[in-house]
């Protein structure tokens, strides 16, 4: 059972668009909501991560939105590059030393 | 300073084989956890180590175990191999636990069972 449902599953966006990625949990301990990025043939890297007492956090071109009281998250890709072309995993945790991670977003990004 | 490393990177074994996965955390980090990651059902938890001790482990048969050493280096262990335990198997590294600090992920072993 997913306790973090992620969509969409893929997204082929244009160099320079937004990439808008959507998270939802139902677990209210969760307080720690990182995205990480995989490359093809590479472990995941972190990207950006927001605890529920901030709504909104920047890093870059990449921008996390939280609403604590939809339990949804969501990152966003601005200016999106061909380089940003990757698979993103949202994730949560509860403080149980444990990551539950979306099922994963391929982003396409074309020149 | 050197990332999280994980040997070997390719495995083929065949079903009923055992097989023993080894992971170095970067220097200093503690905590270690592992993830299964396959194409049907993405990244699930398996186990986590701190200080030689497991913390948490996830919803996996009993054939999957794993420990920890002295000095944060960890395996994995799955025996009696099945087909459906081909993945991408995945360490990472924190220094106390994941979401107190950074959690680092190494590039994986991919395991193939035929």
């Known amino acids: 059972q997913q306790q973090v449902k992620q969509s969409p599953q893929s997204l082929i966006v244009q160099k320079g668009g937004i990439s808008i990625i959507n998270c939802a949990y139902e677990n209210t301990a969760f307080d720690y909501f990182p995205w990480y990025q995989q490359f093809p043939g590479k472990g995941p890297a972190l990207l950006i991560a927001?605890?529920?007492?901030?709504s909104e956090k920047k890093e870059g071109r990449f921008t996390i939105s939280f609403n604590k009281s939809a339990k949804q998250f969501s990152l966003h890709i601005m200016d999106s590059q061909p380089g940003d072309s990757a698979t993103y995993f949202c994730?949560?945790?509860?403080?149980?030393?444990?990551?539950?991670f979306g099922a994963g977003t391929t982003v396409t990004v074309r020149a | 300073k050197a990332g999280v490393t994980q040997t070997p990177r390719y495995l083929i074994k065949t079903r009923g084989q055992q097989v023993t996965l080894s992971c170095s955390p970067i220097s200093g980090h503690r905590s270690v956890s592992w993830y299964q990651q396959t194409p049907g059902q993405g990244l699930q938890f398996l186990f986590e180590y701190f200080s030689e001790t497991q913390r948490n482990k996830g919803n996996f048969p009993g054939r999957f175990s794993g420990r920890q050493f002295s000095n944060s280096r960890s395996e994995m262990n799955v025996s009696t191999l099945e087909l459906g335990d081909s993945a991408l198997y995945l360490c990472?590294?924190?220094?106390?636990?994941?979401?107190?600090?950074?959690?680092?992920f190494g590039p994986g072993t991919r395991l193939t069972v035929l």
């Open positions: 990472a590294s924190s220094l106390e636990h994941v979401g107190a600090d950074t959690q680092y």
């Open positions: 994730a949560a945790s509860s403080n149980d030393y444990k990551l539950s």
């Open positions: 927001i605890r529920p007492d901030v």
